[in-house]
């Protein structure tokens, strides 16, 4: 399945952004899907995820409440809708496929495809 992730841009703390993930290739409902988040000079890190029927969700304790991860099997899309932005979200975030079909994923190693990233930066 190839992603392509889209929608970060530059925001001053308090604001909001859309990130969104287009998914082709293989069937998209048959994949959990998640996001993750690098820093410069940080391991990448989890930031959400939710299940191939989209019915379970998880979230990094940094997010909670801020964030939410949403899909359109139909769309083949899952989306990021993140509020609150503070100037720690800085990152390129990355969307990615986890094809294990077992409990959601919440470490890289589970995912089997990566999309390209996306720089969100949050300005103070």
């Known amino acids: 399945v190839q992603l392509q992730a889209s929608g970060g841009g530059l925001v001053q703390a308090g604001g909001s952004l859309r990130l969104s993930c287009a998914a082709s290739?293989?069937?998209?409902?048959?994949?959990?899907m998640g996001w993750f988040r690098q820093a410069p000079g940080k391991e990448r890190e989890f930031v959400a995820a939710?299940?191939?029927?989209?019915?379970?969700?998880s979230y990094a304790d940094s997010v909670k409440g801020r964030f939410t991860i949403s899909r359109d099997n139909a769309k083949n899309t899952v989306d990021l809708q993140m509020n609150s932005l503070k100037p720690e979200d800085t990152a390129v975030y990355y969307c990615?496929?986890?094809?294990?079909?077992?409990?959601?994923?919440?470490?890289?190693?589970?995912?089997?495809?990566w999309g390209q990233g996306t720089q969100v930066t949050v300005s103070s």
């Open positions: 290739g293989r069937a998209f409902s048959y994949y959990g």
């Open positions: 939710i299940s191939w029927g989209g019915g379970t969700t």
């Open positions: 990615a496929a986890d094809g294990r079909r077992v409990r959601i994923g919440v470490r890289r190693e589970e995912y089997d495809y």
